[in-house]
């Protein structure tokens, strides 16, 4: 009977009867059923524990208010591209800066050359990094500036790399590829304080791509750069974009550091 019954299964399904117990039973069919909706169930939570571990990112709104004291934190950074720019929360190991979850990866809009956001303060050995980048535009080779000790080359994220659940925004928003920091390449790192309204500093991309050809560049410049004016700037920022935002700005300048990328 058992045989007869797998060449059945076999005749309908084109493989081998799956070895679960009491199989070619109702209680077989139950158990399987239980069990496919058990692993499920337990991806999904386990997705939604790794969010979590991401701490709290969205970008500030105009209406929002904030006063000092509070238990979250603004970071304001210059971007002297227009661009999307994705924010991680992370932590610090002896190896350099590594996420901390999988799935909250917060894309950013650039306006008026400054991104802002409310996030989770930060701890110690903690920091936030920018891990993908999509310029506006292109410019020409011929006017892209020189490249300092400091430069990052961030290459183009492929397909077949992992893109987070609200990057897909960013693809519908703007052509052309996303970049990351590949390999060795640096990102910027810096740190968010409860109550306060932290700028972090600038960072310059240098998208530029050959005039002769309609291929987006292959890898993009990523600088941090110092401004002169940035505490001026960044307070009429503040103020025309956020008036309900009652705080005064502290400065904390990011780091460029190596993107830890393996598990622990």
């Keep these: 009977m058992d045989v007869r019954r797998n060449l059945d299964y076999i005749h309908l399904h084109g493989r081998t009867r799956p070895n679960y117990p009491y199989a070619g039973s109702d209680l077989g069919l139950v158990y399987s059923i239980r069990m496919q909706t ?123 790399v992992f893109m987070p659940i609200e990057a897909s925004a960013i693809a519908r928003a703007l052509e052309g590829p996303t970049y990351f920091p590949k390999g060795e390449a640096h990102l910027p790192v810096f740190s968010a304080v409860a109550g306060q309204v932290t700028y972090v500093g600038a960072i310059r991309i240098d998208a530029s791509k050959d005039p002769e050809s309609d291929d987006p560049p292959e890898k993009i410049g990523v600088t941090p750069v110092p401004l002169s004016g940035d505490a001026e700037a960044v307070a009429r920022f503040m103020a025309k974009h956020y008036p309900n935002v009652h705080a005064t700005v502290s400065t904390r300048l990011l780091q460029m550091m190596r993107w830890n990328q393996y598990m622990d």
């Design 38 to 160: 058990f692993l499920r169930l337990m991806a999904i939570l386990c997705l939604v524990l790794a969010s979590g571990c991401g701490g709290h990112i969205q970008e500030l709104s105009r209406e929002s208010s904030f006063d000092e004291g509070g238990k979250t934190a603004i970071i304001v950074l210059r971007v002297t591209t227009r661009a999307w720019v994705v924010l991680v929360r992370g932590k610090f190991d002896r190896y350099g800066w590594k996420a901390k979850g999988v799935l909250n990866r917060r894309p950013l809009w650039s306006e008026d050359g400054f991104v802002a956001a409310e996030v989770t303060p930060t701890g110690e050995d903690e920091g936030y990094a920018i891990v993908e980048i999509r310029p506006e535009r292109y410019s020409s080779r011929a006017q892209e500036p020189a490249f300092t000790y400091a430069t990052a080359l961030w290459s183009q994220l492929s397909s077949g």
